[in-house]
Nanobody, 120 residues
Framework: QLVDSGGGLVQPGGSLRLSCVTS????????IGWFRQAPGKEREGVSC????????YYADSVKGRFTISRDSAENTVYLQMNSLKPEDTAIYHC???????????????WGQGTQVTVSS
């Protein structure tokens, strides 16, 4: 199970940290990623982090602004989002699966989603 949280309303330029708390499986055995879905837009793989070597992927749209990290002791993956823009507004879901140079793949478990709204 994945439970994601941390979304909210923030002004442009602000920051949020999303959390994905995992349970029922060993986090060290899986990569975890984040997708986002905005109204009228295609689902976008935002970021992911591998379990094997900690390597990461970021979509070009968030590179340099978002940072993904994992804490195995807390069974949690974080997505630190800085310099937020209105176009970052979406529902963000964490997913369990694989992580490649093209983003999250082969995901089989989804979090329920957390709404991020960037607006003045």
């Amino acid at each position: 199970q994945l439970v994601d949280s941390g979304g909210g309303l923030v002004q442009p330029g602000g920051s949020l940290r999303l959390s994905c708390v995992t349970s029922g499986f060993t986090l060290d055995y899986y990569a975890i990623g984040w997708f986002r879905q905005a109204p009228g837009k295609e689902r976008e793989g935002v970021s992911c982090i591998n379990n094997s070597d900690g390597s990461t992927y970021y979509a070009d749209s968030v590179k340099g602004r978002f940072t993904i990290s994992r804490d195995s002791a807390e069974n949690t993956v974080y997505l630190q989002m800085n310099s937020l823009k209105p176009e970052d507004t979406a529902i963000y879901h964490c997913v369990r699966g694989g992580c490649t140079s093209k983003g999250p793949v082969n995901y089989d478990v989804w979090g329920q989603g957390t709404q991020v709204t960037v607006s003045s």
